[in-house]
């Protein structure tokens, strides 16, 4: 689960990371914790316009396989670039 979060000053943006990182350190752990989804990480994020929206709602297992399918793919390539390249030098 990701939120975004816009402030109108950037003030207001150190104050809200500066409590937070305090809130790790000295709350309990219920207070890190919302609607059974575990707080992990406050960065300051891109701009709207930068982030692929759709790419939000893909799955860990999903993006993994994905990279493992082009990994895959890029390897077969390689090996048969490599085949092809050996047999036209042995000729």
């Known amino acids: 689960?990701?939120?975004?979060?816009?402030?109108?000053?950037a003030r207001d943006m150190r104050?809200?990371?500066?409590?937070?990182r305090r809130c790790k350190l000295y709350c309990s752990k219920k207070y890190?914790?919302?609607k059974h989804y575990?707080?992990?990480?406050?960065?300051?994020?891109?701009?709207?316009?930068?982030i692929i929206w759709e790419n939000l709602e893909i799955s860990k297992l999903e993006n993994f396989a994905r990279s493992f399918?082009?990994?895959?793919?890029v390897v077969?390539?390689?090996?048969?670039s490599f085949g092809i390249i050996y047999c036209l030098k042995a000729f």
């Open 1 to 9: 689960m990701y939120a975004f979060i816009v402030f109108n000053e």
């Open 15 to 20: 104050i809200a990371k500066r409590t937070l």
């Open 32 to 34: 890190l914790f919302w």
């Open 38 to 50: 575990k707080l992990t990480a406050v960065d300051t994020a891109d701009s709207p316009s930068n």
């Open 69 to 73: 399918t082009t990994f895959i793919i």
């Open 76 to 80: 077969i390539i390689l090996i048969i």
